[in-house]
């Protein structure tokens, strides 16, 4: 018998070895690009840490906190040429926390600065939170909060 082509039994089985292959590799792929998401956010908080030490070893003073998206204007001159507050679906937010009588376990310590991370998924969060090696001040569903140290 010599025939040519393929069967309908042939390609009905092709089709599901490759939406079985699919099936594996989009969550992997949805992985990779939200790790790969918190190391450019982890970058950028570098980033801010360094303008906002700039700026407190130029003026003496934490820069005022900022709104959310924006870079404090304050801050821009000592931020790196191009950075912006907003990265894919995350937003950032600059914040400066005072404590009068200062914090329970160190008074002496009067304020806290940090950078706030705004993301339209959790997942998003998550993979911020386990890429970052630093101290979280909290965190909540769709946003966490990064302390300058």
Same mark, same amino acid.
């Given at each position: 018998?010599? &025939? &040519?082509?393929?069967?309908?039994?042939?390609?009905?089985?092709?089709?599901?070895?490759i939406?079985?292959?699919?099936n594996?590799?989009?969550?992997?792929? &949805?992985?990779?690009?939200?790790?790969?998401?918190?190391?450019?956010?982890?970058?950028d908080?570098?980033?801010?840490?360094h303008?906002? /030490?700039?700026?407190?070893?130029?003026?003496?003073?934490?820069? *005022?906190?900022?709104v959310?998206?924006? $870079? $404090?204007?304050?801050?821009?001159?000592?931020?790196? !040429?191009?950075?912006?507050?907003?990265?894919?679906?995350?937003?950032?937010r600059?914040?400066?926390?005072?404590? $009068?009588? !200062?914090? $329970?376990?160190? *008074?002496?310590?009067?304020?806290?600065?940090?950078?706030q991370?705004?993301?339209?998924?959790?997942?998003?969060i998550?993979?911020?939170?386990?890429?970052?090696? !630093? *101290?979280?001040?909290?965190?909540?569903?769709?946003?966490?909060? /990064?302390?300058?140290?």
């Amino acid at each position: 018998m010599n &025939r &040519r082509g393929v069967t309908m039994i042939e390609l009905l089985v092709v089709v599901i070895l490759i939406g079985i292959l699919a099936n594996i590799a989009v969550p992997k792929f &949805r992985d990779v690009r939200r790790r790969a998401d918190a190391a450019h956010v982890i970058g950028d908080f570098n980033a801010i840490r360094h303008a906002v /030490f700039d700026y407190y070893a130029t003026h003496n003073a934490w820069p *005022p906190s900022g709104v959310w998206a924006q $870079p $404090p204007p304050a801050l821009v001159q000592h931020l790196p !040429g191009g950075l912006d507050f907003t990265y894919a679906n995350l937003r950032y937010r600059y914040r400066q926390w005072s404590f $009068p009588g !200062g914090m $329970p376990g160190n *008074p002496s310590q009067t304020s806290v600065v940090g950078v706030q991370i705004l993301a339209t998924d959790a997942q998003t969060i998550q993979a911020i939170r386990g890429a970052y090696r !630093g *101290p979280e001040a909290f965190s909540f569903n769709l946003t966490v909060t /990064f302390v300058i140290e």
